[in-house]
């Protein structure tokens, strides 16, 4: 009898333990690094309301976990490649050579918000670029761009060649070329730096969204915003997770993620950076900067138009090794992206 018992408690006890077990193993934690100002709409708005999707699809058994700051932004990429955290976002231009194909979006020319733009870089992602495995080792969530790019200067701009040998801040990707063309003095510098830098003189200009006039408070260190009509060309990032982690989660669960993720996601990064576009260019008329609002024909519009003529078919080159059909993805991403925008 007692060794009846006995078995019964064991039993119990056992049952116990894996009832604990699959409790605490039934709930998952996943570490989202980020980085730029907490007031960026990556971090005051996407990753918060992608952290709720992901909950409420996963039904509590995931948890997401937002770290700030966990290395440069451009080691983002390897950082979730090697499950350091488990996903993130970053530039593409911090990837020179590895990310080719996004950089269709970033052209000057597609005048068209950042949420249109967003969506069409998705879609023409998964039609075109997908096969070219540049996101070889992660998991695509989004893609997406900020605004419209425009030009922040310590000193007042009159015309292209008030800029020439200038000391400029690049990102990277399409913003390379443009200071070629512009004949600029090209600093690479990662974005939260670029405050420092102004206020040190160390450039005189960057080109960035309107939104870091309040993000990064640029409207305390470049006096002078001239708007270009659609910008001068948009910036491209990627939200992405690592695929194994994905892999150890229950099927559903997974599924739940993704099914928050891809086109819903863009879109949401690309209408949070508009409508941060809003709220910098308010700051900015708040602060008092000086805005140039250049029309479709002043000189300065006109002079740019010359300036990037070409620019298509130098990208479609860039990318010949890449095995896609360059140029109908770029008409395609044109027109999709077009569309959209018309509809909002």
Do not use: C
């Amino acid at each position: 009898m007692k060794t009846f018992f006995k078995t019964l408690a064991g039993a119990a006890a056992l049952t116990a333990g894996l009832t604990a077990s699959a409790a605490a193993s039934a709930e998952t934690t996943l570490i989202v690094g980020t980085w730029q100002p907490p007031g960026n709409p990556m971090n005051a708005i996407v990753w918060p309301t992608w952290a709720e999707w992901v909950e409420e699809a996963t039904e509590g058994r995931v948890k997401v976990k937002i770290e700030q700051d966990v290395g440069h932004p451009k080691t983002y990429f390897q950082l979730v490649e090697d499950g350091v955290i488990n996903a993130g976002w970053s530039y593409h231009g911090y990837g020179p050579g590895r990310f080719k194909l996004p950089v269709a979006v970033e052209l000057p020319g597609l005048d068209v918000s950042a949420e249109a733009a967003s969506v069409a870089l998705w879609k023409v992602q998964q039609k075109y670029f997908a096969d070219a495995n540049e996101y070889e080792g992660l998991e695509l969530l989004a893609t997406l761009t900020h605004g419209p790019g425009q030009l922040h200067t310590i000193e007042p701009i009159e015309d292209l060649e008030d800029l020439k040998g200038k000391k400029i801040r690049i990102g990277g990707g399409v913003q390379t070329e443009l200071a070629e063309r512009m004949e600029l003095t090209g600093v690479a510098a990662p974005g939260s730096k670029v405050y420092e830098m102004m206020q040190q003189g160390v450039i005189d200009g960057v080109m960035m969204p309107v939104t870091e006039q309040k993000s990064l408070r640029l409207h305390e260190v470049a006096p002078n915003l001239t708007l270009f009509p659609g910008g001068m060309y948009l910036g491209s990032f990627s939200m992405f997770i690592d695929p194994y982690f994905m892999e150890d989660l229950d099927p559903k669960d997974a599924e739940a993620i993704r099914r928050v993720s891809g086109e819903k996601l863009s879109a949401l990064a690309g209408r949070a950076w508009d409508q941060a576009d809003v709220e910098g260019l308010e700051a900015a008329k708040a602060a008092g900067v000086t805005i140039k609002q250049l029309g479709a024909n002043d000189p300065i519009t006109l002079e740019f138009r010359e300036l990037i003529k070409g620019m298509d078919d130098a990208w479609i080159e860039s990318v010949s090794d890449r095995d896609v059909d360059a140029r109908a993805a770029l008409d395609e991403l044109r027109t999709i992206a077009r569309e959209y925008e018309a509809q909002e």
